[in-house]
């Protein structure tokens, strides 16, 4: 158990539709990452957010947004979405300590887009 | 050519072997992870390093900082091991801590 908790676990969308997968982390954890892993692939990193503030951003189109809320939680929000957005999401918790820090990771959001 | 690369892909190992898998990488980095993914998604933290050699029960890992190398072993395999191993490294330090991922290796010990 890492304290992380994601929602929904499997999630079904058409197309052009919109979602919004969301993330709980550990209190305290003011640093969360948000990944994408493809079927048989390493996690990509989308982006990652501290104190509600975007911190960095992977090669991900402006369609992937997000948002962090000073209860630890935060959501993952892709619009228009496309076929191969289907994958494994996967969110990542920390508190950065001036270098290094573990990261905590959540079981994931299972997204198919048919 | 991935920045991160991973050996074997996959590995089949008899229970109480000695497992050993390995990862390269291209970038300069500011620490290493070693992930456990077990079937179903969820990731595990197995181990950070920057430099040396960590152990944690019958896992150990190593870092060799000069020659962009780190290598995972298992000491008396398990069933139970069976997963995918992910290396991952953290390019940016700091505050951001951007993990750029290996393809993992896809472990089974068979009893």
């Known amino acids: 158990e890492t304290g992380v908790t994601q929602s929904p676990t499997h999630l079904i969308k058409t197309r052009g539709q919109q979602v919004t997968l969301r993330c709980s982390s550990q209190?305290?954890?003011?640093?969360v990452s948000w990944y994408q892993q493809a079927l048989g692939q390493g996690p990509q990193f989308i982006f990652q957010y501290y104190r509600e503030e975007e911190n960095g951003r992977g090669n991900f189109p402006p369609r992937f947004s997000g948002l962090q809320f000073p209860n630890y939680s935060s959501e993952l929000n892709v619009n228009a979405l496309e076929l191969d957005d289907s994958a494994l999401y996967l969110c990542?918790?920390?508190?950065?300590?001036?270098?290094?820090?573990?990261?905590?990771f959540g079981p994931g959001t299972r997204l198919l887009v048919l | 050519k991935n920045e991160v690369e991973q050996s074997p892909q996959n590995l089949t190992a008899q229970e109480g072997e000695f497992i050993t898998i390995n990862c390269s990488y291209s970038v300069g980095i500011s620490a290493l992870h070693w992930l456990q993914q077990h079937p179903g998604g969820g990731i595990v933290s197995l181990f950070m390093l920057s430099s040396g050699k960590k152990k944690h029960g019958r896992l150990i890992a190593t870092i060799n900082i000069q020659e962009k190398h780190s290598s995972l072993h298992i000491t008396a395999s398990h069933p139970r091991d069976s997963a995918v191993y992910i290396c991952a490294v953290d390019r940016s330090g700091g505050s951001n801590y951007k993990l750029t991922f290996g393809k993992g290796t896809l472990l089974t010990v068979n009893p």
């Open positions: 990542a918790s920390s508190t950065p300590t001036g270098g290094q820090e573990t990261q905590y």
């Open positions: 209190s305290g954890h003011n640093t």
